[in-house]
């Protein structure tokens, strides 16, 4: 039977040299140019001393390595898993789409299994999706942590002003706050909207700057908090830059729950919401809590409320915490948004997997929410420390 006779794809044997010379030209140039990039970036930030960055880029590239050696199983081991064959009852068992199959297509399908009654346990098109999903859920979340250190160093730019304006002199009172801000309810209230508005204002600023250089560097005052605050950034993404194991073992719980009827992506888009406002909260409240024991405790006191160690404040006096759950946090959303980016580019938006309009929507504002929200408005996760 000759080439592309009875449907049959052509083999690699009866395929042009300069087709297949010119695609391989075309990976390999791109896959070079890619490294070179990243190669040369590591080298600008490590001459620029930025050591924490130059980590997270070596986690990124880990991440891609990953990636890649995912790609190459499911590209090796192909054909064996397109004949592990499972009974047709059971590859109709939570399904993320109801359809109706034609019995040609049953019979195409059947074909490939030697028993009757059995199909396909994958077939080559779903393995060949599922294969290009992962790989847009990686690079959504590499371009999603990009997009976060990105927003919190436009952020800071405000602070670079504030600490120009306080070591010129021109900022020189502690803000003071109101005698109602001490009920717990009102600071937990209050703490909540600020989010919204007027997350880590000027005040907020000088409380954090006096908080961190009374207790670490008494005899700086000129010390240069905002400079600290870029490396801890710097650091924080680090530490947030990467997939974990128990992250992907999410994915594939994930994955598990997508069955049809359940909405299941909808009602997990308010995870990282409702996470990030509690996330957020809590730190909005140290920051005020701060301030008010700044208020009820002045420099000219004997006693000194920056003694107490900032951990105190945290849950369990663990910073990390926070920084575990802005992890996942931002993982989810990139996972929430490169599946809905995925399922479009697939599937288009009118198809029964992006399940009816009125889930998709929600779903794609509460993404940007979150990510704008956690980049932009969410204080450092960690807050001041040596």
Known sequence: MGAGEGGEEQSLALTPTWVVAGVCFIIVAISLAAERLLHRLGKVLKFN???????????????????????????VFQKFINHICIPESAAHLMLPCITRETSE?????????????????????????????????????V?????????????????????????????????????????????????????FYDSVGKPDYQVLRSAFV???????????????????????????????????????????????????????????????????????????????????????????????????HFWFSKPRIVLHLIHFILFQNSFEMGFFFWVLATYGFDSCIMENKIYALPRLAIGIIVQVLCSYSTPPPQGPRP
Not at 264 to 287: A, M, N
């Open 214 to 312: 009374q207790r670490h560097y008494p005899n700086r005052p000129d010390f240069d908090f905002h400079k600290y605050m870029v490396r801890a950034l710097e650091h924080d993404f680090k530490e947030v830059v990467g997939i974990s194991w128990y992250l992907w073992l999410f994915v594939i719980v994930f994955l598990l729950l997508n069955i049809n009827g359940w909405h299941t992506y909808f009602w997990l888009s308010f995870l990282p919401l409702i996470l990030l406002l509690i996330v957020g909260t809590k730190l909005e409240l140290i920051s005020t809590r701060l301030a008010q024991e700044a208020a009820d405790c002045p420099d000219e006191a004997t006693g000194n409320p920056w003694t107490k160690p900032c951990k105190e």
């Open 143 to 195: 371009v999603f942590c990009v997009t976060t250190l990105l927003l919190g160093g436009a952020k800071m730019k405000k602070w670079e002003k504030w600490e120009k304006e306080i070591q010129q002199g021109r900022t020189k009172e502690r803000p003071k706050r109101p005698g109602w801000m001490k009920f717990i309810v009102v600071r937990c209230a209050i703490s909540f909207l600020k989010q």
């Open 49 to 75: 001393g930025q050591e924490a960055l130059f980590s997270a880029l070596q986690r990124v590239k880990e991440e891609l390595m990953l990636l890649g050696f995912i790609s190459f199983l499911l590209s």
């Open 105 to 141: 297509t049953t019979e195409d399908a059947s074909k490939l299994c030697k028993r009757k009654g059995e199909v396909p346990m994958l077939s080559e098109e779903a393995l060949h999706q599922l294969h290009i999903f992962i790989f847009v859920l990686g690079i959504v979340h």
